[in-house]
């Protein structure tokens, strides 16, 4: 059987293939895709607006081969994929406030981003004056003896990222959790447009600070594909250095941060001792404990000393030796796995329809890491696995981390004794033609994808599209039935970022 | 667990010694805290963290001050859950416009006195979200500020040292009622 990719890519004009096919399609083909989609063939890694036009990226779930389609929309209208396919709801929204776009037919046509405080209406469409007026924001509508509700946030009672989240529970029995999302959006793209390739791989450093790493990684790789740029070896190897520790240091802290909403504040502690220990390292390595703007197009900004070497090893030296012991006081402490095991349970099904990355994937049967799945150098050449559980629950996030602590620290080892010698960049070169480039990247949360056309060595537009896109919707629906206090084990374990999807 | 405990009990503390007061914060607080006289606060100050739309990068290095090597509570800092308990707001963010009905109200659920400590170098100006539709600029712009700490991110250390700064100023400055 053909893939529904193929299908769709016959016969026409591939407009660029850096690295995967774009197409423009017609309404009839974008129809074609919302229905595989629907079936499950396809899955939705993004969608997202330009003035008169709406792209949809999408990979053959099968095969992993992946295509942006492209439909032109003059009079700003086309038709809703979230309509067949409910994963593309909240990106339609978010096309439609930014650009003023319109998803025909589409069930739910609240604005997403949108809070009517910007002064204006479609920022980067056609800009129309904001309205006066605007009807409150609608909730869902619940109806049932015996509800109430909690609403909580913007503003949370943690050192966290605001959103509002709006419970709906039955005495201690979540019914229905709603999010309301957008808070944190600082017109990220809108910035994007006209930027230097300086200035815009400093934004998208930017966009979600715990991935600072994977999003200057996956802007570079999309920027160097437009052009055509070749980054030496030692630079390859370099980013993926980087890459690993930032998963490492976030796992480190998150493993133990869920620990702690369930009160247990001794793997808080001892966790957040090897996380720090990590950030250090990272400064001492590379001059900044979040590593932030030394991925660049071209290459990276820091070389690696022969100390900063041997103090990463150091690190890893004293996380081997202590996270064995934390890992069994996990998996031995009743108490804290009666608040894990079987709690926010993401169904296979679920994750699969949202084609959903990272640890919530993985943790949820769906084994797609783009490390693996996409092969992208230098992990084409590296010796790892990717643990997938079929539990979906809270412990079997936990559990899919702390496996990916272990791979990390051998990733390293073997980036540390594998590094090519030679230059750590290259100068991005200068074209005047437009060019696109594309390119995903594996954060410590999931896959980032950022597409991008650069024109004069300008940013025309660029997308970035964090994988907490598709993580949101499902902790709504694995908070379910969930009691209200369970809900920050929940959240923490998914810990979708806020400022990444908010743009 | 127990042997864990146990270890602990010999090993020598993560915690590092305190870092002196930042020089440059001393004297921005030398103009902000003076203004009035303040209640004596003990030494204490309850902090409430505002995220008024930043990466979260500073909300990575705000968590940090609570870990074992950076001890904030051993200095009578500590991190409450609501405005209504707190002396300092820890605002973080370029601001944005969907987030300033937010700070504004978190500000005013904040009884007096307080002080408003601006995170980052976003906080400060915008930063490099300066200048977006989506974005009203710097904290203050919004509400009063008392001092800012520079950084993207400040490390813990550049943090605490502006903590103790405050810390410092809010208890030679203030009387006994």
Redesign the interface.
């Known amino acids: 059987m053909a893939s529904p990719i193929d299908r769709i890519l016959e016969g026409r004009e591939i407009l660029q293939r850096r690295p995967w096919p774009r197409a423009v399609v017609g309404a009839h083909l974008w129809r074609f895709v919302a229905n595989e989609l629907a079936r499950g063939r396809l899955g939705l890694l993004g969608l997202w607006g330009e003035p008169s036009t709406v792209h949809m990226a999408i990979m053959d779930e099968a095969t992993s081969e992946i295509a942006t389609v492209s439909l032109d929309c003059p009079d700003h209208s086309y038709a809703s994929i979230g309509r067949h396919h409910p994963p593309a709801l909240r990106l339609e929204r978010a096309a439609h406030d930014l650009f003023g776009l319109t998803a025909e037919g589409a069930p739910d046509t609240r604005p997403w ?1 949108d ?1 009517n ?4 209406r479609f ?1 980067l469409g056609d800009r129309i004056n904001a309205l006066s007026e605007v009807p409150r924001y609608r909730f869902l509508p619940v109806e049932g003896d015996g509800l109430h509700q909690i609403a909580v946030g ?2 949370h ?6 959103g509002h989240f709006r419970f709906t529970a039955n005495g201690e029995t979540v019914v229905r959790l709603e999010e309301r999302l ?7 793209e ?2 994007m447009i006209g930027a230097n390739l300086e ?1 815009a791989a ?2 998208a450093g ?5 991935s ?1 790493v994977a999003y200057a990684y996956a802007f570079s790789k999309a920027a160097e594909a437009a052009l055509g740029l070749v980054v030496p070896d030692r630079a390859v190897w370099l980013r993926a250095l980087l890459a690993e520790l930032e998963r490492l240091a976030n796992h480190l ?1 998150d493993i133990g941060a869920i620990c702690n909403d369930a009160s247990f504040t ?1 793997m808080h ?2 966790c ?2 090897l ?2 220990s990590i ?1 250090r390292a990272s400064n001492s390595a590379f001059g900044h ?2 590593m ?1 703007d030394i991925i660049v197009p071209g290459g990276v900004t820091r070389d690696l000393s022969d100390a900063g070497t041997e103090i990463i090893q150091a690190t890893l030296d004293n996380i081997r030796l202590r996270f064995p ?1 934390l890992v069994e ?1 996990y998996d ?2 009743a108490s804290l796995q009666d608040r894990t095991v079987d709690t926010g349970v993401l169904k296979p099904a679920l994750a699969k329809q949202y084609a959903v990355g990272g640890y919530i994937g993985r943790a949820s049967g769906r084994s797609f890491d783009a490390r693996r799945t996409l092969a992208y150098p230098p992990y084409d050449k590296l010796r790892f696995e990717v643990p997938v559980l079929n539990e979906g629950d809270v412990n079997a996030r936990v559990w899919i981390r702390v496996r990916e602590v272990e791979q990390s620290l051998s990733l390293i080892d073997q980036i540390l004794d594998r590094l090519p010698e030679g230059p750590s960049g290259t100068h991005a070169g200068h074209r005047g033609e437009a060019r696109e480039g594309m390119a995903i990247v594996e954060g410590f949360r999931g896959d980032v994808l950022v597409w991008l056309r650069l024109r004069d060595g300008l940013i025309e537009r660029c997308h970035l599209r964090d994988p907490s896109w598709f993580q949101w919707p499902l902790l709504e629906a694995v908070v379910e039935d969930n009691i209200v206090a369970d809900f920050p084990l929940c959240n923490k374990s998914f810990n979708c ?3 990444g999807h908010d743009l | ?1 127990r ?3 146990f270890e602990s009990l010999f090993r020598r503390p ?1 915690t590092e010694a305190a870092p002196s007061a930042d020089d440059a914060a001393v004297s921005e607080l030398a103009n902000a805290v003076g203004r009035a006289a303040r209640r004596r606060l003990g030494r204490s100050l309850s902090i409430r ?16 001050l ?4 950076y001890d904030v509570e051993r200095f009578g800092l500590r ?1 409450v ?3 209504r308990h707190a002396d300092v707001l820890m605002v973080t ?2 601001v ?7 700070l504004e109200r ?1 500000y005013h659920a904040t009884p007096n006195p307080k002080w408003i400590v601006a995170i980052g170098d976003c906080a400060r100006d915008g930063g ?2 300066a ?5 009203v600029g710097g904290v203050s712009e919004v509400i009063p500020v008392d001092l800012h700490i520079a950084g ?2 400040p ?1 813990p250390t550049a943090m605490l040292r502006g903590l103790l700064a405050l810390l410092e100023r809010a208890d030679t400055s203030a009387v006994t009622p």
Request: glycine fraction near 12%.
């Open positions: 981003l809070h405080c910007w002064g204006v920022p913007p503003v009672a943690g050192i966290i990222e605001p957008g808070y944190t959006h600082k017109g990220i809108g910035l200035r400093q934004l930017r966009v979600s600070g715990d600072t802290g001794l502690a001892l957040g001792v996380r720090e950030l404990r979040l932030r012991a006081l031995n402490t970022s806020y400022s | 667990m042997k864990l405990l993560f963290e505002v995220d008024a739309g930043s990466c979260n990068g500073c909300e990575l290095e705000i968590h940090a609570n870990n074992a090597y991190f859950a609501s405005p963010g370029p944005t416009k969907n987030m300033r009905d937010a978190t490099c979200f200048g977006s539709y989506a974005v993207c991110p490390t």
